[in-house]
């Protein structure tokens, strides 16, 4: 098992053993526990994932709620969600006196992981230079300054910073040029937030870059020379951690945007990803989904199944079963089938909020069962018989989801409006009017 402490990490009792030639670069890494302490007081035992939030709100969810009700230990803010009035005016998280855990109410038993931008985040037209970090907030594409971001670490205390990687905004690999430039920033960014974190007991995470390794290799070499300042790694792609050098594979490793499914989440495991922002809850949430797959459990004969079903579907309408046979979380033990369908087609609330509460759940089973796995010695063998049992893709919800914030949507013209609207003049006679 690794022991992770924040600032210095120390590797104890690994889970799963690699051996590493002399001088070797890279690892051939295992999936492994380990247990993450922060310096606040709060420890995680890992594999394990983090809720994203939406405006420092785990949606759907009210704190007391996320408390009582879930199992989530750790939420991933982006700053870029609260700075909509900067710079004209001081945006209201910057005069509350208290850090941002208390300014979103945050319960105090969870930890916060602040970023600069939501995870996956909508691409700017304008591009990123030295100075700033072009970002979207409620109102629309602007600068974030970067010496905003690092003095908000000191202002905010967050339990872990993620400092900014300038990833470009193409879809075609960057030439040899924006690499460079990619890396310089990336690099030049670190330093500003290690100047900002150093003796304040924030954890700090360097980025991984999404190139070959060895169009980074002089950054990688700066993050070993800074292993001791560090205590994670991020990831936007699954790819990346295979570029990791044997000095830094003490460090905690995130995957920052896990969108595709459990499928996503094993793959990294096996290559040593140990946190999870685990994006695609959220999304079969607002379709009206319930999830039901598990990672333990024998599977004999069983292949091919759905992980999740759409409550939309008319056969629900009087189906008085939970969601899930056997589920103890708070919505299956007091809420049925045909309940949740009624009000996601009463537009009710209550239904993304039922829902929400059972998919965390889901998710805090299967990582639970993952960590056991690999702690028992059966890792290998529930990762292929998941495989076989379980569809890679989600289904898709057939009805329509709570009304959507803009910057759910890729930024693409051209597009018409995002919600219907919730009114029609009583005059005219579409759709039947009078």
Request: net charge negative; aromatic share 8%; glycine share 10%.
């Amino acid at each position: 098992m690794n022991t992770f402490r924040v600032l210095k990490t120390a590797v104890t009792d690994v889970a799963a053993t690699t051996t590493h030639q002399p001088g070797a670069t890279t690892t051939a890494a295992a999936a492994r526990t380990g247990v993450l302490n922060l310096s606040k007081g709060f420890t995680l035992h890992t594999p394990n994932f983090l809720a994203p939030t939406s405006r420092g709100v785990v949606p759907h969810l009210s704190p007391d709620n996320l408390e009582r009700n879930t199992g989530v230990e750790g939420v991933f803010v982006a700053l870029e969600d609260f700075i909509e009035k900067a710079p004209q005016r001081v945006p209201p998280l910057y005069t509350y006196p208290s850090p941002l855990r208390t300014f979103i109410s945050l319960p105090a038993s969870k930890f916060l992981v602040l970023s600069p931008r939501r995870s996956p985040a909508i691409t700017c037209p304008k591009a990123n230079s030295d100075a700033n970090l072009s970002i979207l907030t409620s109102v629309g594409f602007r600068d974030l300054p970067i010496k905003d971001y690092v003095s908000a670490v000191m202002r905010l205390e967050p339990d872990i910073v993620l400092s900014i990687a300038d990833v470009a905004n193409t879809v075609a690999p960057p030439g040899k040029n924006r690499v460079q430039k990619m890396l310089g920033r990336t690099e030049m960014w670190l330093d500003e937030v290690l100047k900002v974190a150093g003796g304040t007991g924030v954890a700090v995470f360097a980025p991984v870059l999404p190139v070959e390794k060895e169009r980074q290799r002089m950054y990688l070499s700066h993050l070993v020379e800074n292993v001791e300042k560090l205590s994670g790694l991020v990831f936007t792609n699954v790819e990346g951690v295979d570029v990791v050098p044997v000095e830094l594979e003490g460090l905690v490793k995130l995957g920052s945007d896990v969108s595709v499914g459990p499928h996503q989440v094993l793959e990294m495991v096996g290559k040593g990803v140990d946190l999870f922002n685990v994006s695609f809850v959220g999304g079969m949430t607002d379709a009206g989904i319930a999830l039901h797959f598990t990672f333990g459990g024998d599977g004999e004969g069983e292949e091919g199944l759905e992980m999740a079903t759409d409550m939309w579907d008319v056969r629900f309408a009087t189906d008085l079963s939970p969601l899930e046979e056997g589920c103890e979380c708070y919505t299956c033990r007091v809420h049925h089938k045909a309940y949740i369908r009624h009000c996601l087609e009463a537009k009710e609330m209550t239904a993304w909020v039922l829902l929400q509460i059972h998919n965390l759940k889901v998710v805090e089973r299967f990582f639970g069962d993952v960590r056991r796995s690999i702690e028992e010695g059966w890792w290998e063998e529930g990762r292929k018989r998941f495989e076989g049992r379980y569809k890679r893709e989600m289904p898709v919800g057939t009805g329509s989801g709570p009304r959507l914030r803009g910057y759910q949507y890729k930024s693409v013209g051209g597009e018409g409006r995002l919600n219907e609207p919730a009114y029609r003049s009583l005059d005219s006679d579409d759709e039947g009017g009078l």
